[in-house]
């Protein structure tokens, strides 16, 4: 079955892409597509251009932060986390600057052609490496804080339960 994706383009079912000369007449086309129903339709869709694909507001990370520091008496512990994600961040673009620098260094000393562009390129090969372990870093860290959260609010939940002293409630009577 041939499917059409944009003007100038058909998908066969074999995925084949052939260019579609825009003087045929579309009634053909339509015919073709309709009555050619051998094979499996494929539907190819387009990647999203924009390097940037968050266009609907915050993200699912901002959103969970949110939710979890809402309460007041767990800013203290937003603020913490602010200050993680920032050393951890600048952990990680140190790394990635002495990364290069060191390949660079060494492809400059073995005289390698264009040494700045192939210690580049080494070091963003490394660079996804280095990701993950930024990531299992700030997953700990993350751990740890949202522990601290949960007993920041069960201390307060703990606190509004057990009645003040002088209220006049006694365990004797």
């Known amino acids: 079955m041939v499917v059409f994706l944009e003007p100038s383009y058909t998908v066969r079912g074999s995925g ?3 260019a579609r000369d825009r003087s045929r007449k579309q009634n053909h ?3 073709h597509t ?3 129903t051998r094979g ?4 190819i869709v387009p990647r ?3 390097p940037n694909p968050n266009t609907i507001g915050q993200t699912l990370e901002q959103l969970l932060e949110s939710v979890i520091f809402s309460d007041p008496a767990t800013h203290a512990l937003r603020d913490e986390w602010e200050r993680t994600k920032a050393v951890e961040q600048a952990v990680f673009e140190r790394v990635c600057r002495e990364e290069y620098e060191g390949r660079k260094t060494y492809h400059e000393i073995c005289r390698t052609p264009n040494p700045n562009a192939v210690a580049r390129h080494e070091a963003n090969l490394l660079r996804p490496v280095l990701m993950e372990e930024l990531d299992a870093r700030l997953t700990e860290r993350w751990e740890i804080i949202r522990r601290k959260v949960a007993a920041v609010l069960a201390d307060k939940a703990a606190a509004e339960e057990t009645p003040e002293p002088g209220t006049g409630h006694s365990a004797e009577t």
């Open 29 to 31: 086309a339509l015919w």
């Open 40 to 43: 499996r339709t494929r539907l």
């Open 34 to 36: 309709r009555t050619c």
């Open 48 to 50: 999203m251009t924009t």
């Open 16 to 18: 084949e892409i052939r």
